[in-house]
């Protein structure tokens, strides 16, 4: 098992996927890292050697990731609310950020599905 900032990579799983167990390394970065560091990515996890995996840490180092990256998502968000920007009253009140419509799905910003009684008719 291999530890790259603070996350454990399974020995079986190929190295690009690897890199993106790591948050804030994704599909594209993973392949941009591996490239610059002249590593093919089909190359299984346990067969790096310990230079390639100094070289990936070295690399990976230089960027915000995992803790710092969560951190400064949040301040981020915090700022927006502060200063009262529409964005972060979309954040304060859960709804979507980024111009998506509310009428229909926005379950994942708004929650579980509330249904609301009809009113029932009065019977002669």
């Not at 610059?36 to 690399?59: C, G, M, Q, V, W």
């Not at 700022?79 to 920007?85: M, N």
């Not at 599905?113 to 029932?120: L, P, S």
């Amino acid at each position: 098992m291999i530890r790259l900032a603070g996350i454990t990579i399974p020995d079986n799983k190929r190295i690009k996927a690897g890199l993106m167990l790591v948050y804030g390394i994704g599909w594209s970065k993973s392949h941009d890292i591996l490239a610059k560091l002249n590593i093919d990515p089909d190359t299984k996890a346990s067969e790096l050697s310990e230079t390639d995996l100094n070289r990936i840490r070295e690399f990976i180092s230089k960027m915000p990731i995992e803790g710092d990256l969560r951190r400064k998502i949040q301040l981020d968000i915090k700022r927006l609310q502060e200063i009262g920007s529409y964005r972060g009253l979309r954040h304060r009140k859960r709804l979507p950020v980024r111009g998506q419509r509310t009428k229909t799905n926005a379950r994942t910003r708004k929650g579980k599905k509330k249904t609301v009684a009809n009113k029932k008719k009065v019977t002669k």
